[in-house]
């Protein structure tokens, strides 16, 4: 049985999807004590078009840096959503914007709805900590990192005037998801 777990973080560009991507590989590798790869790819415009981030986490050397099965995926807009969920794998999550994604795919997979971005800007002010508040949400919904990890990760990226507010944005994503999976 493999230990590999593979998350994809979509959305359009200029999202902070690449930083949470990049975020996440961290909280498992420098504070979780994994092996992880992350790789990132934009549409052919970088802002608006539907990107990517890619974080492969493992027990083991990550041997294959590209996700082919995912076990969670985050969509934060219609095209990143159709255009990437069909990778996700049966039993796997799939987390999507309510808002934003209209058409909600169907598939095997478990789906979780959530207005992201209108939390961020309503609640903290920032629409640019919606993909800090979508970190929250997938680590409390797979479990793939701690949320000390993700915390330390978080908090080492940010600038020293932001720390709370990022902070609280991850909280609002642990609780959110936490309510989400309660509801299941």
Do not use: W
Request: net charge negative; with cysteine; glycine share 10%.
């Amino acid at each position: 049985m493999s230990s590999r777990y593979e998350l994809r973080f979509s959305g359009s560009g200029g999202q902070g999807m690449i930083l949470a991507g990049i975020i996440m590989a961290e909280a498992a590798s420098i504070f979780g004590g994994k092996e992880a790869a992350q790789s990132q790819s934009y549409g052919p415009e970088s802002r608006g078009g539907a990107s990517k981030s890619e974080v492969i986490i493992s027990d083991e050397p990550v041997d294959y840096p590209k996700a082919t099965s995912i076990d969670a995926m985050l969509a934060m807009t219609q095209e990143s959503c159709s255009k990437y969920y069909k990778d996700v794998k049966k039993d796997g999550i799939l987390l999507i914007d309510s808002t934003e994604v209209k058409d909600i795919p169907e598939g095997p997979f478990k789906l979780y709805s959530y207005p992201i971005i209108d939390t961020a800007r309503n609640e903290l002010g920032k629409v640019i900590t919606a993909n800090i508040i979508s970190l929250g949400m997938i680590t409390e919904l797979t479990g793939i990192v701690t949320h000390e990890a993700i915390e330390k990760a978080v908090l080492s990226r940010v600038p020293p005037a932001f720390l709370e507010l990022n902070k609280k944005a991850l909280q609002v994503g642990f609780e959110r998801a936490s309510e989400l999976k309660a509801a299941g």
